[in-house]
Nanobody, 120 residues
Framework: QVQLVESGGGLVQAGDSLRLSCAAS????????MGWFRQAPGKEREFVGS????????NYADSVKGRFTISRDNTKNTMYLQMNSLKPEDTAVYSCAAKIFGGTDSWVYWGQGTQVTVSS
């Protein structure tokens, strides 16, 4: 089992920055890939970006490329999402997820989510 807990959400103004954290515990040695997703009310869940746990290779959605940065600290079992130049359309519940070695190609583990609200 892998447990994921997000933190760092809050209310900010357009143009501000915010850093989210995703702390992993349990069988963290099995983690292959970790990613961030977001979902706004009335909209479908959207992929934000991901990072390989061993190599730190990142991938981003076009909507956040150049503004958001994903990083991780393996010694702390924590992934981060640095969000700069925030826009009102970034308002959503942000969740982290993980894929594991030897599993199906799906996001098996999920955190509870943290709310990010960007005012205009």
């Amino acid at each position: 089992q892998v447990q994921l807990v997000e933190s760092g959400g809050g209310l900010v103004q357009a143009g501000d920055s915010l850093r989210l954290s995703c702390a992993a515990s349990g069988r963290t040695f099995s983690v292959m890939l970790m990613g961030w997703f977001r979902q706004a009310p009335g909209k479908e869940r959207e992929f934000v970006g991901s990072i390989t746990w061993r190599g730190g290779l990142t991938n981003y959605a076009d909507s956040v490329k150049g503004r958001f940065t994903i990083s991780r600290d393996n010694t702390k079992n924590t992934m981060y999402l640095q969000m700069n130049s925030l826009k009102p359309e970034d308002t959503a519940v942000y969740s982290c997820a993980a894929k594991i070695f030897g599993g199906t190609d799906s996001w098996v583990y999920w955190g509870q989510g943290t709310q990010v609200t960007v005012s205009s």
